[in-house]
């Protein structure tokens, strides 16, 4: 078998394919926001389905691809396996070549065999097959003109009878068919009894599923119905990292080249030894695991939420970390296993690398936030979990205020819990969760309970357009409920909370007791007065009104500008961009719409603009009551997040821009807002998006504090303030040299500058040959690269006696294209040094156990490196 990286195995598979016939397709995003079944791309054939339904045609009947997968929800889902097993991810890479009801099996199993055993080597021993079932052209072609022997073929499943061995389908519904997978077999040696065969093979270290090879056939509905496709497909799907396992020759995908160097800096970072890293190897694998997963996502420009992907981004995340802090890491160290990600998987993706910044400081915000969480968190489970003992139960309803208190994502509690033996109730934290969810959605319906007598009480408002104050209001009604006094009024001008807009605060002043209003709600139609009574207030009374006037002013002012945003985003963004739910209060306002991705940060300052546009252009603001034919005909924005008389409606027009349904309160003209500036705008949950902004004052003091920031800023970088970000980019890229230098093993940076001073020019080569007590073979080899990037034609013999002898030949690449080969010379050194080496022509490294053999080897080196440089002077 040939030695080969896991980037030379993506890429030979794919030119293989190529001279097939196949055209290369990049691959789809993970995020699956076109396939409504999905979260994620679970599978390479998710980007293929409707060419697989024949709902969608493509210009080559052949393709081949490397696509990027998690199976982290819905059917395939692995997120519990990861650390666990040594061959599963929740990210990995599926390599894949496809037939649009072109070829079939025959050339899919020939291909298959051909590219492990040829292309790769593979010995045709080590592979065993398993077909379905009633699929017996398959298994002729296996035995007959593959000649696979009986005992390395096998037949399960049976779909008809409930067992999905060997039939393949992507979910619940979709394309699926009979398959037939490879297994490779690590040895007889691993096996673990007769259980252990291909295909149930999950737990058996014997055998690896590495390929499966589906032949596509039918359409799954729901009911598991299968109707044929129109036309027999092939897919299939390889794991990269388990085909790397197995060409490396190492029995976990987390011991290839994919993931070693991820794990090689986080030992650095917690300065572990090789021992050290196998005793946490679970914790280990969990996070370079996720470290991928976490790069990848973020890198799609995903971020961490509470509902849908972002979700499923902040479990992972927070399960990373909590692996982290199992083996005692409390700073933020994410940002450098994902920068490793990004090393390791950036020429095959080179978007990571184009969102290197930004993933990493995702990363480590996410990081930062949860280790406050876990803080907070990790002392209240802590003495839950005890009061509960082993063998306990944590009941729902704590592990839900974990939940909504502390932001402990479920999946930890129970992770936590369990090992200290204690059960959670999961199903009693659906229900709390749910019962949660019911309560957000009726309006406050939780905190108000509405006291008898209430329903059916009529009460007019007469606080438009902005009336704040009024007397000689007949009380209709006056009761205590649920802890406070509860007052409605024949007139009021009290605005209560509705249409996005909050209820307003105030007093009602009679002769013989005062109503400290603390809310006003709606019930049927009576304006509830909801507060903390002084004296007595009875029906009958007479009193004055008084509403707070600012607060009502901050809502009108905040929900104008509302619909001055509204109408701006849609014609900024498209008429999709219509409101979804709303919150208009004193200070601020948020702003809730569909979209699938987030704003682009020009669209929102454009969408600003307009709005101070308006603002500046002083428009009247007016209502108008009118049928609901009228305001459809004149084309009104009607959003019904309350009650409406059907025939008569309000709307409310800024003159000469909107007009929309609306029973709320507003400003008189556009001026009175003053100035608008939105805050934020993020992900409120899968496919919505919130923007959340701030008028009149707010907006000023927002701005002030701001300018007085960067003017903070300013003063500590001792840069003008135009040039602060200029500034800081500076800073972090000096930081990440500095740390990168910190980072390494293994004794001090050797200095590759004053090395290059040391050395000697033999034509056009620099020729560098030096001894470094102090140095171990990790900072020779720093040394190698730094002179790669420092220096042009070169070659270097270096020693180091840390941690035994070492010698170390580079060459630049120049030279190693005329001939010069670094491991050739340093197999000739080796011995005398007791020790053995190798490496490729431009760096090969050589360990050994004799010290006092290091000076020859060294000389010896140097005079070999010289004659054939000589050599090839010489021509
Ligand atoms: P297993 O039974 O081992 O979980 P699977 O049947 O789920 O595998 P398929 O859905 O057939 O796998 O996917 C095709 C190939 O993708 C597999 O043969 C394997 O090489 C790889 N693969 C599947 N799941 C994972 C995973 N979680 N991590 C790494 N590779 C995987
Ligand atoms: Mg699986």
């Given at each position: 078998m040939q030695q080969l990286s896991a980037a030379e195995i993506r890429e030979r598979f794919q030119r293989f394919f190529e001279a097939r016939g196949h055209t290369r397709v990049p691959p789809a995003p993970?995020?699956?926001?076109?396939?409504?079944?999905?979260?994620?791309?679970?599978?390479?054939m998710v980007q293929f389905k409707r060419v697989l339904t024949g709902e969608e045609r493509r210009d080559y009947k052949r393709a081949v691809d490397a696509q990027p997968c998690l199976?982290?929800?819905?059917?395939?889902?692995?997120f519990e396996e990861v650390g666990r097993t040594p061959r599963h991810q929740t990210l990995f890479e599926m390599l894949g070549n496809w037939s649009f009801g072109d070829y079939f099996k025959r050339e899919a199993i020939h291909w298959a065999w051909e590219f492990l055993?040829?292309?790769?080597?593979?010995?045709?021993?080590?592979i065993a097959a398993t077909t379905y079932l009633d699929d017996e052209e398959a298994r002729s072609i296996w035995r007959?003109?593959?000649?696979?022997p009986p005992e390395r073929m096998a037949t399960y499943g049976n779909i008809a009878l409930g067992?999905?061995?060997?039939f393949w389908s992507m979910g619940e519904t979709g394309p699926s068919g009979p398959c037939s997978e490879l297994h490779y077999d690590r040895?007889?040696?691993?096996s673990e009894g007769p259980e252990c065969i291909p295909d149930h093979s999950?737990?058996?270290?014997?055998w690896l599923e590495i390929w499966n090879l589906v032949f596509m056939q039918f359409d799954r509905s729901a009911d598991g119905t299968l109707t044929p496709l129109p036309f027999p497909s092939v897919d299939t799907g390889m794991g990269l990292e388990r085909i790397a396992s197995a060409v490396q020759t190492v029995?976990?995908?987390?011991?290839t080249d994919l993931f070693t160097p991820i794990i090689d800096r986080l030992a650095a970072h917690l300065g572990h030894d090789p021992q050290d890293v196998e005793s946490e190897r679970f914790s280990y694998q969990v996070v370079a695991d996720h470290s991928r997963a976490m790069t990848f996502l973020i890198g799609e420009g995903l971020s961490p939420s509470n509902e849908g992907p972002g979700y499923v981004l902040r479990r992972i995340t927070r399960r990373a970390v909590r692996h982290l802090r199992l083996m005692g890491?409390?700073?933020?160290?994410l940002a450098e296993t994902c920068a490793t990600v990004i090393e390791v998987m950036g020429g095959a993706y080179p978007y990571l690398v184009e969102r290197r910044d930004e993933i990493l400081a995702a990363v480590e915000a996410e990081e930062r936030k949860f280790g406050r969480t876990l803080e907070a968190g990790s002392e209240r489970l802590a003495s839950l979990v005890e009061a509960a003992g082993a063998n306990g139960t944590l009941s729902g309803e704590d592990a839900y205020r974990l939940h909504d208190t502390?932001?402990?994502?479920i999946d930890l509690t129970v992770e936590i819990a369990g090992e200290r033996g204690v059960e959670v109730d999961r199903a009693g934290f659906e229900a709390a969760m749910s019962e949660q969810r019911e309560r957000s959605r009726g309006t406050r319906a939780g905190k108000f309970a509405p006291a008898a007598g209430l329903e059916g009480l009529p009460s007019e408002f007469i606080?438009?357009?902005?009336?704040?104050s009024a007397d000689g209001l007949p009380v209709l009604f006056a009761a205590e409920a649920g802890g406070s006094a509860q007052v409605v009024l024949e007139r009021t001008p009290f605005y209560a909370e509705g249409g996005g807009q909050i209820g307003d605060r105030g007093e009602l002043v009679g002769e013989r007791g005062r109503l400290v209003v603390e809310d006003t709600q709606r019930v049927g139609d009576a304006i509830v007065h909801i507060g903390q009574l002084e004296g007595t207030l009875a029906a009958g009374d007479t009193i004055t009104a008084r509403v707070d006037e600012d607060r009502r002013w901050g809502a009108a002012r905040n929900h104008t500008a509302t619909h001055l945003l509204h109408r701006a985003l849609r014609d900024v963004l498209?008429?999709?961009?219509?409101?979804?739910g709303s919150w208009v209060g004193p200070d601020g306002l948020r702003f809730d719409f569909p979209a699938d991705t987030a704003t682009p940060r020009e669209a929102l300052r454009e969408v600003e603009r307009r709005v101070n546009g308006q603002i500046r252009r002083n428009a009247a603001v007016t209502p108008t009551e009118m049928s609901l034919a009228e305001a459809q005909a004149i084309g009104a924005d009607m959003f019904f997040g309350e009650k409406y008389a059907p025939e008569r409606v309000r709307v409310m027009r800024v003159d000469g821009y909107s007009a929309e349904l609306c029973g709320g309160t507003h400003v008189?003209?556009?001026?009175?807002?003053?100035s608008f500036r939105i805050t934020s705008e993020g992900s409120i949950g899968t496919g919505l998006r919130r923007i959340e902004a701030v008028s009149g004052t707010a907006a000023d003091e927002l701005v002030a504090s701001r300018l007085e920031s960067l003017h903070t800023a300013s003063q500590l970088l001792g840069a003008p303030e135009d040039q602060v970000p200029t500034r800081i980019e500076a800073l972090q890229a000096r930081l990440r040299e500095a740390e990168k230098g910190g980072a390494r093993a293994g004794g001090p940076r050797l200095d590759a500058a004053a090395a290059l001073a040391g050395g000697q020019v033999a034509g056009e080569t620099k020729v560098i040959v030096e001894r470094y007590p102090d140095a171990d073979g990790a900072a020779l080899r720093g040394l190698a690269d730094d002179l790669r990037a420092a220096t042009g034609r070169f070659v270097a013999v270096i020693a180091g006696e840390r941690g035994g002898p070492s010698i170390l030949v580079a060459a630049s690449r120049d030279l190693v294209g005329e001939g010069f080969d670094a491991a050739a010379i340093v197999r000739e050194v080796a011995p005398l040094i007791g020790g053995g080496g190798g490496g490729r022509a431009e760096l090969a490294q050589a360990g050994g156990k004799?010290?006092?053999g290091l000076d020859q080897a060294l000389r010896e080196g140097a005079r070999l490196a010289l004659e054939a440089l000589q050599r090839i002077e010489n021509g």
């Open positions: 993970l995020l699956a926001r076109d396939d409504p079944t999905l979260l994620f791309t679970n599978s390479g199976r982290v929800a819905g059917k395939h889902n692995d055993t040829v292309e790769l080597g593979i010995p045709g021993e080590r007959d003109e593959i000649g696979l067992d999905d061995h060997n040895g007889a040696e691993l999950e737990t058996c270290p014997r029995d976990s995908n987390y011991r890491i409390r700073e933020p160290v502390f932001g402990f994502p606080g438009y357009p902005n009336e704040t498209g008429e999709q961009a219509k409101q979804a008189a003209a556009t001026g009175q807002i003053g004799d010290p006092g």
